[in-house]
């Protein structure tokens, strides 16, 4: 089947299909919801790759809570994270005295929660968690920390369910591991 317009012919190999991810968001949503049941939540997702995330699990959290959205770049549309975190974003989110629960897609090197824990940090939240799809298994140069984590995959380049490559493969429903030929560009 091509449902998803031959973007799953550049695939090398699926890792997670879509009922594989929402299983697992089941479960980290039980846990967040149960973690937060007397605290008010405020989320703060990292744009864009988070998006597809963010919904899906948001929406298995029966709890108030307040969603705000930071945007930031460190890939510049290639496979090397650049080690410099760009905020896109005039006005803050707005975290004095919250309980904060950051979401992105993926925890690579670990150079962009890190800047944005350290920032919002000075912002003085009552507390910061981290919750992130993927995290990869790596040596970090600095150790960072995520609090709910999705999947644990090879240090391997990923698309799909809200991952691109310059832009193109977020609205893919599964997760996948790009053809090497067309991640040498
Ligand atoms: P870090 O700052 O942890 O090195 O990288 C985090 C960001 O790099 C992620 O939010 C994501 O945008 C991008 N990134 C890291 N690894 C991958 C990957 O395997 N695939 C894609 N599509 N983006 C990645
Ligand atoms: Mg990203």
Do not use: W
Not at 53 to 80: N, T
Not at 151 to 162: K, L, N, P, Q, S
Request: charged share 25%.
């Amino acid at each position: 089947m091509t449902g998803s317009c031959g973007m799953q012919a550049d695939l090398d190999r699926v890792l997670f299909d879509q009922a594989t991810i929402l299983r697992r968001l089941d479960q980290i949503a039980a846990q967040i919801s149960t973690d937060y049941r007397d605290r008010e939540l405020t989320v703060i997702a990292i744009l864009n790759g988070s998006l597809i995330f963010m919904a899906d699990l948001l929406r298995r959290i029966p709890l108030p809570l307040r969603l705000d959205c930071l945007s930031v770049a460190s890939y510049h549309g290639g496979l090397q994270t650049s080690g410099e975190v760009i905020f896109r974003q005039i006005a803050q989110p707005d975290v004095a005295g919250r309980h904060i629960l950051l979401l992105d897609d993926i925890l690579d090197s670990g150079t962009t929660i890190n800047a944005i824990r350290e920032k919002l940090q000075t912002a003085s939240p009552q507390s910061i968690r981290v919750c992130v799809l993927l995290r990869k298994i790596k040596e970090r140069g600095r150790p960072t920390e995520a609090d709910y984590v999705g999947f644990d995959i090879a240090d391997e380049f990923v698309v799909g369910y809200g991952l691109d490559y310059g832009e193109r493969y977020r609205n893919l429903p599964c997760i996948g591991v790009l053809k090497k030929e067309l991640a040498a560009s």
